[in-house]
């Protein structure tokens, strides 16, 4: 009798399964060695009064506000009651489109591809309002250097339009103005906006880069990818000075320079087969700064929603089960002890005191669900690993196993096979003794492991087998 270490190694569900990596990474975070815990959803407000598609948190000085849109309203989070304020303009909006959010100075910019661009001044404001009278309706939003950048605009799905130089309410071309629009003829319709000290216009066959020149032309723009681009508008995520997305097969980084695909050979193909394509506009995206994450929503043909995230620090995938809609990242608004009281008795929060949930100012993965604002700052989720297809000779008992789990323990489950294209059943999931052991006694060729992390856990390692060789019958 061996023992095997059998260490979670990356998920790689598109390789075959006796690769060596997991074909199941669920309801965890892809570190550099092994895997962590990923927290379930929070119910951070109350309902709305209509539900939500997007949140975002404005930010000046040490004022935080955190938003959220509707269909027909734009919400304000009242952190004493944890009610949702509707804050709209005079009449409100009409609109099914997904409101999209940045800021300028100490200005809160909204867009929904209906109505004038939306303004909020933190700290001052009441309501939200047209930001100038010249100001276009415009689907996508962002800045560039000291410049807001709206993109399918008025209607026109392949211009981009800019305001005046550090004025987001000038927007009338002219001599004694800066701002400008441009008509990207090759590249289909725009899908994307990013910013920062140059401009990322994603299109569906096309990403553009926007850079800014001075007087007259003000801004180039230069066709950096042809034929790829960006199919999917929620998709896009920023985190520093890249750019993340979804194309016709997989996904992507961008740079401003260099594409790079991150899915290949690793995911994009799970993550096809999965998708629900009637509602692949349902998707969004959003960055967990404090995971190192890049999480997309999507909807998966089976019914319901998945998260799928990747980490940018190592380049490791996993999948997560969620309730929310949509996902986002905001900065919290800190909540005081009378605060507190809102979220009901200690002994019933979920989300534990030492989170930066309650301190204000901490960059956040959060989202909404049907009219309320989520966090992820839940229990933790119930984690699942299975290994790929391991093979210990011809013919193996495997006899024993012991989860390596730093601060937990887990259940375990085996199922063995004579050949590949034999059916996968797995033996009843079998929680570790005080010890840290579990029976299983399974023989065959190929076996795989389900193993489900319990308890406080904090990093799931791997796996010791103890294993034997069988005779042929």
Request: glycine share 10%.
């Amino acid at each position: 009798m061996t023992t095997q270490r059998i260490n979670f190694e990356e998920w790689l569900p598109d390789q075959p399964s006796t690769s060596g990596g997991l074909v199941t990474a669920n309801n965890t975070v892809p570190l550099l060695q092994g895997y962590g815990v990923f927290p379930s959803s929070s119910d951070y407000s109350n309902n709305a009064s209509e539900n939500l598609n997007n949140v975002y948190a404005g930010k000046f000085s040490t004022i935080i506000q955190l938003f959220a849109g509707g269909a027909t309203k734009l919400f304000k989070y009242n952190s004493g009651t944890q009610n949702l304020d509707d804050v709209s303009k005079t009449g409100g909006y009409g609109s099914n489109d997904k409101w999209r959010f940045t800021q300028f100075g100490d200005v809160l910019l909204a867009t929904n591809n209906v109505e004038k661009i939306q303004s909020w001044t933190v700290n001052t404001s009441s309501t939200f309002d047209d930001v100038s009278a010249d100001a276009p309706y415009a689907k996508f939003i962002s800045v560039v250097r000291d410049f807001v950048v709206v993109g399918d605009v008025g209607g026109v799905s392949n211009k981009v339009q800019w305001s005046d130089i550090n004025d987001e309410t000038n927007w009338t071309s002219g001599t004694t103005s800066q701002s400008d629009y441009q008509i990207i003829a090759d590249g289909g319709d725009i899908t994307g906006v990013t910013g920062g000290e140059f401009g990322l216009i994603l299109l569906e066959r096309s990403i553009v880069r926007m850079s800014y020149v001075g007087s007259p032309l003000f801004f180039q723009f230069d066709t950096i990818s042809r034929g790829l681009g960006c199919t999917v508008a929620g998709s896009v995520s920023q985190y520093g000075a890249v750019t993340y997305f979804l194309s016709d097969d997989g996904f992507y980084s961008c740079d401003g320079t260099q594409i790079k695909g991150i899915g290949a050979e690793k995911v994009d193909k799970y993550f096809f087969s999965q998708l629900d394509f009637d509602n692949i506009n349902t998707i969004s995206s959003a960055v967990d700064p404090v995971k190192n994450l890049i999480v997309w929503n999507y909807p998966v043909n089976s019914g319901g929603r998945k998260l799928i995230m990747y980490n940018f620090q190592n380049g490791k995938w996993s999948t997560g089960d969620t309730t929310a809609d949509y996902v986002s990242s905001v900065t919290t608004a800190g909540v005081t002890l009378e605060d507190l009281d809102g979220f009901g008795l200690l002994d019933d929060l979920t989300t534990s005191l030492d989170s930066r949930l309650w301190t204000g100012g901490k960059l956040l993965f959060a989202g909404v669900e049907d009219a309320k604002i989520v966090t992820f700052t839940g229990a933790n989720t119930q984690a699942e690993f299975v290994t790929g297809d391991l093979e210990f000779g011809y013919n193996s008992m495997v006899t024993l196993a012991r989860p390596i789990i730093e601060n937990g323990s887990a259940q375990a489950a085996i199922a063995s096979r004579k050949e590949l294209d034999d059916t996968i059943t797995y033996g009843s999931l079998t929680s570790s003794t005080s010890e840290g052991r579990i029976g299983l006694r399974s023989n065959g060729r190929w076996h795989r492991i389900k193993v489900r992390p319990s308890g406080s856990w904090l990093h799931a390692i791997g796996i010791d087998l103890d294993v034997s060789a069988a005779g042929l019958r």
